[in-house]
C-alpha cells in the first residue's frame, strides 16, 4: 500500500508560479507511475501532468503544457509539479496518485492541495 501527502498549495496571483510536493510512504517499490489530477468547484477530477518513474518521461494536459513541470525524486519517494505563468482556470484542488502498472488505474489518492489563483 502507498500512502501520498501533497502540499505546497497556496494563493497567488495570475501569473505568479507554485510548486507542489506530493511525498511517498509505503510500499513505494511498486510505483510504476505518478500523476498530478486537479478538481475545480462544480467540475469532474482531471488529468494534469504524469510521469513515468525509471524511465522519466513525462506527459501533460494540453491546457498546462509549457507552463507546468512534473519531476520525481526518487530517492526522497517525492513527486513535484512546478506552475508557472497560472491563471485563474488553473484554480482547483490538487491531487496526487500512483500507479502500479501500465495498464492499472490510478489509486492511493492524496487528500490535495488547494490552488487558488486570483488577482
Known amino acids: 500500500q502507498v500512502h501520498l501527502v501533497e502540499s505546497g498549495g497556496g494563493s497567488v496571483q495570475p501569473g505568479e508560479s507554485l510548486r507542489l510536493s506530493c511525498a511517498a510512504s509505503?510500499?513505494?517499490?511498486?510505483?510504476?507511475?505518478m500523476a498530478w489530477f486537479r478538481q475545480a468547484p462544480g467540475k469532474e477530477r482531471e488529468f494534469v501532468a504524469g510521469i513515468v518513474s525509471h524511465a522519466s518521461s513525462t506527459a501533460y494536459a494540453d491546457s498546462v503544457e509549457g507552463r507546468f513541470t512534473m519531476s520525481r525524486d526518487i530517492r526522497r519517494n517525492t513527486a513535484y509539479l512546478q506552475m508557472n505563468s497560472l491563471k485563474p482556470e488553473d484554480t482547483a484542488v490538487y491531487y496526487c496518485?500512483?500507479?502500479?502498472?501500465?495498464?492499472?488505474?490510478?489509486?492511493?489518492w492524496g487528500q490535495g492541495t488547494q490552488v487558488t489563483v486570483s488577482s
Open positions: 509505503g510500499s513505494t517499490f511498486s510505483i510504476y507511475a
Open positions: 496518485a500512483i500507479k502500479s502498472t501500465k495498464m492499472g488505474s490510478w489509486g492511493s
